[in-house]
């Protein structure tokens, strides 16, 4: 089992930026790549972005993201601490969401699939005002 704890939501203005934290906890050595997905109020759960922990690769990248999110969104990892990043910058009004971690312990996982993450966590509220 592995346990996911995000941090680091709020409000911010639209341009402005929010760095969520994911702190990963129990048998992550079977972890083998986490992802940050958002789900927007009456939408469906959508992926943000995917990053490799122990060696997955999509196509010879570590990481992935959605085309929504590329050139303002950075996923980043910290081995030692167990923890993933997600640097949001010049977010907009509809990047307003929750946004969920999740851990997944399939070799060859399909990045942006949500039933192909094992372990979610509570999710972070985002909010984007305009």
């Known amino acids: 089992q592995v346990q996911l704890v995000e941090s680091g939501g709020g409000l911010v203005q639209a341009g402005g930026s929010l760095r969520l934290s994911c702190a990963a906890s129990?048998?992550?050595?079977?972890?083998?790549?986490m992802a940050w997905f958002r789900q927007a109020p009456g939408k469906e759960r959508e992926i943000a972005a995917a990053?490799?922990?122990?060696?997955?690769?999509?196509?010879?990248?570590?990481?992935v993201y959605a085309d929504f999110v590329k050139g303002r969104f950075t996923v980043t990892k910290d081995h030692v601490k167990n923890t993933v990043y997600l640097q949001m910058n010049s977010l907009k009004p509809e990047d307003t969401a929750v946004y969920y971690c999740a851990a997944t312990d399939r070799r060859t996982p399909n990045w942006g699939r949500v039933n192909e993450y094992d372990y979610w966590g509570q999710g972070t509220q985002v909010t984007v005002s305009s």
């Open positions: 129990g048998r992550t050595s079977s972890t083998y790549a």
């Open positions: 990053i490799s922990w122990n060696g997955v690769s999509w196509n010879g990248l570590s990481t």
